[in-house]
Every structure is written in structure tokens, then in C-alpha cells.
């Protein structure tokens, strides 16, 4: 689950909760998996990025509220690369 407030987003897996600025977010990848000849292995994730290139988070696409977090990152002007990928692209 992934919340909003105060410039901060939070991250909530089971009974581990994260928090970070979201003023160290400089760059976002989307990527979704493209494959649809094969079995649906991987589901489609946000990752994002600090200005070192360090990952920060890496979300899944069906985490509540993640289009909440979209919508605040193009509001701040942060660009989401969209990318498709196959997933026995990415197992191997």
C-alpha cells in the first residue's frame, strides 16, 4: 500500500512501513510486462530513483494508491519512462 503526506510517500508491506522525501525522487521507471504469449510471471512495477542512480523503491503495479503517487510525480514535474518488457526477457 502506498500513501501520501506531507511531501513524503509511505510504503506499507505486511507489518514494514517505509517513508521518503518525495524530493529525492529525480527519475521513475514504469515497466510492464509485454509478453502476452507467455504465462503472466512478473507483474508490472514502479521503480524509483535518486539523483546518485541509487533505487529507492520499487512498487508493484497493483499497490493501493499508486496512481495517487503517478499523478504527484508528473505534478512535480518527475519523468516516468514507460518501458514494456517480456518477462523470460527479464528472468534471464
Do not use: Q
Not at 23 to 35: K, L, P, S, T, Y
Request: charged fraction near 25%.
Amino acid at each position: 500500500m502506498v500513501s501520501l503526506s506531507d511531501g513524503a510517500f509511505h510504503v506499507r508491506r505486511g507489518d514494514k512501513c517505509s517513508s521518503h522525501a518525495l524530493g529525492i525522487i529525480v527519475r521513475a521507471r514504469f515497466a510492464r510486462n509485454d509478453d502476452w504469449t507467455e504465462s503472466k510471471t512478473l507483474e508490472g512495477g514502479l521503480w524509483l530513483f535518486a539523483l546518485d542512480g541509487r533505487e529507492i523503491e520499487r512498487l508493484p503495479e497493483s499497490a493501493a494508491d499508486l496512481g495517487g503517487l503517478l499523478a504527484e510525480l508528473e505534478a512535480r514535474g518527475i519523468p516516468v519512462e514507460h518501458v514494456y518488457v517480456s518477462a523470460p526477457a527479464v528472468l534471464d
